[in-house]
């Protein structure tokens, strides 16, 4: 079992890479980008990246990782029923057996840990999360829900991922986004939103051969359709910014063209699940990213079976980026704060005894805000 005494230590030295990071805008990150790969003239694709576990994004994104596990029955606990020997249990990112245990012991998922400066954008495809926090919240979401928070001033939580089903598999897949906060709202009272998958819109269109487009949009819009207010304190509130956050599925063969925004937004259109996606000509390998010019249409034709995408895009900040493993600021001196702040206060402390809390197996999908606001979708 994870303690309280053992595991902020822990879980810090996990996330704090071993530098931190500084960068203006979206500029500066493009031009790195494009001495490794080059650039590609007159196409609307910049550059062509392969994806890691971690995938490389611009401002005013921060990070992205699809996490996708192929989880066994589950135990009493909903933990995995099956022995955790030879897995480097507390920091166990390797996919042994076609699963991981991030930084969980018991149950797979990420126990408590600290953020500061900006905002989690959860998407759960498949399977489930708990999560609890340092205000009080707490609650269940998954299978098409999202989950968006906004760290602000600092918020301790924890996301962990219960194994529900004892007779059959339990399959994980979810994308943890990281979108900046700019300065001025860097001290947002924390909060949450969920975005839950009822409310959550799709946009169907076909081709002119009938194969079928679907586009779910966690933020942003497309003709008709338009996702859920995101929380007032974020980047997307301000429609100007032109957050865009959608999930793509084409059918094979389909063909689709992704419309032209305005210039100089960072766009980036993420590639992992398909193969023999052609996209504005260029035959583009499965797992990679491009880097899109934002102003112009990119024609994507699929190749022969089903292809998934992720678009994300954005209006830069262009703000000076300090990034230390859970904090984000704008100066090294406000990471210092950071820290100091979080071990004097931690964020507001923790409420329970463990960790990495999980709740009742029958529990279902909900939402308890720390003002004591209940939400129960589809009840």
């Not at 996990?14 to 979206?26: C, D, M």
């Not at 994300?312 to 904090?327: N, W």
């Not at 923790?350 to 809390?357: A, G, T």
Request: aromatic share 10%.
């Amino acid at each position: 079992m994870v303690t309280r005494k053992n595991f902020i230590g822990r879980l810090i030295a996990a996330l704090v890479p071993a530098f931190s990071l500084s960068f203006t805008g979206v500029t500066g990150v493009s031009k790195t980008i494009e001495k490794r790969k080059g650039h590609m003239a007159d196409s609307a694709i910049r550059t062509i990246i392969p994806l890691g576990f971690q995938w490389e994004t611009t401002d005013p994104f921060l990070f992205c990782v699809h996490h996708e596990d192929f989880y066994p029955e589950g135990n009493d606990d909903m933990g995995p029923n099956a022995s955790l020997q030879g897995r480097d249990i507390g920091q166990d990112f390797v996919p042994k057996d076609g699963w991981r245990m991030y930084h969980g012991d018991r149950v797979p998922g990420f126990p408590r840990h600290p953020h500061r400066g900006f905002e989690t954008v959860t998407i759960v495809r498949r399977g489930f999360v708990d999560h609890t926090d340092s205000f009080g919240g707490v609650g269940r979401y998954g299978e098409g829900d999202v989950q968006w928070m906004t760290a602000g001033s600092g918020v301790q939580h924890a996301e962990m991922f219960p194994l529900l089903n004892k007779d059959s598999k339990n399959t994980a897949e979810l994308f943890q986004i990281w979108l900046n906060l700019p300065k001025a709202n860097k001290f947002a009272a924390p909060s949450y939103k969920m975005l839950w998958s009822e409310n959550i819109p799709v946009y169907t269109t076909e081709d002119s051969t009938g194969k079928l487009i679907k586009i779910t949009l966690a933020a942003g819009a497309i003709e008709n359709k338009k996702a859920p207010s995101p929380p007032p304190d974020s980047w997307a509130a301000n429609q100007k910014n032109m957050i865009q956050i959608w999930t793509i599925e084409l059918d094979a063969g389909a063909v689709w063209t992704l419309p032209a925004a305005e210039a100089g937004l960072s766009r980036n259109l993420y590639y992992f699940l398909g193969s023999g996606l052609v996209a504005d000509g260029q035959e583009i390998p499965e797992y990679h990213r491009m880097e899109l010019n934002s102003d112009r249409s990119v024609k994507l034709v699929n190749g022969n079976e089903v292809s998934q995408l992720l678009l994300l895009q954005g209006r830069p900040i262009q703000e000076p980026v300090v990034q230390y493993g859970p904090f984000v600021m704008n100066s090294r001196e406000e990471i210092h704060q950071a820290f100091s702040d979080y071990q004097q206060t931690e964020f507001g402390g923790w409420p329970i005894p463990e960790s990495d809390p999980v709740h009742p197996r029958d529990k279902g999908r909900f939402a308890k805000h720390p003002d004591g606001r209940v939400e129960n979708p589809g009840a």
